[in-house]
């Protein structure tokens, strides 16, 4: 439920994020909460995340092919 709450809200923010209209927060406010809403989505859909490395290095694992 709450990974289906943060898409809901991640997408609201995008529109904000492209259109630069920000929200309750301001512009930078808002890029940095989607931001934090992406990262927290992705670090709980993915089945075997290592929860011990850094989640940078876990990102940077998917990009190789």
């Known amino acids: ?3 289906e709450l943060a898409k809901d809200i991640r997408e609201s923010l ?8 920000g929200s ?3 512009n ?5 909460i989607y931001h934090i ?10 089945a075997n995340v290592d929860l011990t490395l850094p989640f940078d290095v876990v990102a940077s694992l998917k990009e190789i092919p």
């Open 24 to 26: 309750q927060f301001n």
């Open 14 to 21: 995008s529109a904000r994020v492209i259109g630069g209209t």
């Open 37 to 46: 809403v992406n990262d927290y989505i992705a670090r709980n859909e993915e």
């Open 28 to 32: 930078e406010e808002t890029k940095l």
């Open 1 to 3: 439920m709450e990974i």
